[in-house]
Nanobody, 127 residues
Framework: QVQLVESGGGLVQAGGSLRLSCAASGFAFDYSAIAWFRQAPGKEREGVSCISRSDGSTYYADSVKGRFTISRDNAKNLVYLQMNSLKPEDTAVYYC????????????????????WGQGTQVTVSS
């Protein structure tokens, strides 16, 4: 049974940092691309970052480039999203997603590309 469990969300002031974690089980983690999406109230879910299975290539949305860093620990089946210099517009529910067929590219991850999802973790950035 595929499971993705996010943690690390919370309330932080603008300029602060958070590190999200995504714990994966029940599938071939080493062979899967992992992405982080976020969804703010009233907005569509958007791809924030992605890390490929093989060469570890990454993607970042322009809105988070230079502030967020994605990484993975294949030995522990964990993916992290280090978020620095947070802004109020980063407020959203953050989801991790996995797919064995997807390869992260400059096109950015899209919701239909991923078959497995976590339940999400809330990130709130106060001004």
């Amino acid at each position: 049974q595929v499971q993705l469990v996010e943690s690390g969300g919370g309330l932080v002031q603008a300029g602060g940092s958070l590190r999200l974690s995504c714990a994966a089980s029940g599938f071939a983690f080493d062979y899967s691309a992992i992405a982080w999406f976020r969804q703010a109230p009233g907005k569509e879910r958007e791809g924030v970052s992605c890390i490929s299975r093989s060469d570890g290539s990454t993607y970042y949305a322009d809105s988070v480039k230079g502030r967020f860093t994605i990484s993975r620990d294949n030995a522990k089946n964990l993916v992290y999203l280090q978020m620095n210099s947070l802004k109020p517009e980063d407020t959203a529910v953050y989801y991790c997603a996995a797919d064995e067929m997807y390869y992260c590219s400059d096109d950015g991850p899209r919701v239909p590309d991923f078959g497995s999802w976590g339940q999400g973790t809330q990130v709130t950035v106060s001004s």
